[in-house]
T-cell receptor, first 110, second 116 residues
């Protein structure tokens, strides 16, 4: 079915540390998994995405890993900075639409 | 990159009135547009999916007669909240795609609706 579970709901890290957010899904037919960053009152911004034909993708300090067998994918942010503080949403493509996780509030303490 | 424009960014209306929100794809043809509603500290909840020239498909629990969606062209979709009530106050966001393999999903800047 169309369900994405996201954990944790809140995450506090010290500046410079790494942050990891994990999502699990139930529909094995999904092939596209984007991650969005949303600041208060603003639109979600795509930060990285991955398709099911690869297991990992990296863009500077941000990486996403995908385990299709276990049906989970994770966002990794290294060397966190205060400007990384925001709400992060995972999503998966289900049919012709996106289904979102509940979101993770990331706070980077300086 | 793909750009989606959404207007207005904020609107305050009286109970019982209707409000129209516009969503435009500026540099690509949006074969499909989506309308989401987001309450404070919550995730994006899909309200409906619309394809150009056809009726919108509403998610379960969304009243199609209250939330009228029109997707008259490949670059414009509108959401009209009819007979608005305070509980309709929310952040409404549109998204558009010209095909996920090529364009992905691009979001509008959102509309903060307050019904008083």
């Amino acid at each position: 079915g169309e369900n994405v579970e996201q954990h944790p709901s809140t995450l506090s890290v010290q500046e410079g540390d790494s942050a990891v957010i994990k999502c699990t899904y139930s529909d094995s037919a999904s092939n596209y998994f984007p991650w969005y960053k949303q600041e208060l009152g603003k639109r979600p911004q795509l930060i990285i995405d991955i398709r099911s034909n690869v297991g990992e993708k990296k863009d500077q300090r941000i990486a996403v890993t995908l385990n299709k067998t276990a049906k989970h994918f994770s966002l990794h942010i290294t060397e966190t900075q205060p400007e990384d503080s925001a709400v992060y949403f995972c999503a998966m493509e289900y049919g012709n639409k996106l289904v979102f996780g509940a979101g993770t509030i990331l706070r980077v303490k300086s | 990159g793909a750009v989606v424009s959404q207007h207005p960014s904020r609107v305050i209306c009286k109970s019982g009135t209707s409000v129209k929100i516009e969503c435009r794809s500026l540099d690509f043809q949006a074969t499909t547009m989506f309308w989401y509603r987001q309450f404070p500290k919550q995730s994006l909840m899909l309200m409906a999916t619309s394809n150009e020239g056809s009726k919108a498909t509403y998610e379960q629990g969304v009243e199609k007669d209250k939330f009228l969606i029109n997707h008259a062209s490949l670059t414009l979709s509108t959401l009209t909240v009819t007979s608005a009530h305070p509980e309709d106050s929310s952040f409404y966001i549109c998204s558009a795609t010209g095909g996920a393999d090529t364009y992905g999903y691009t979001f509008g800047s959102g509309t903060r609706l307050t019904v008083v």
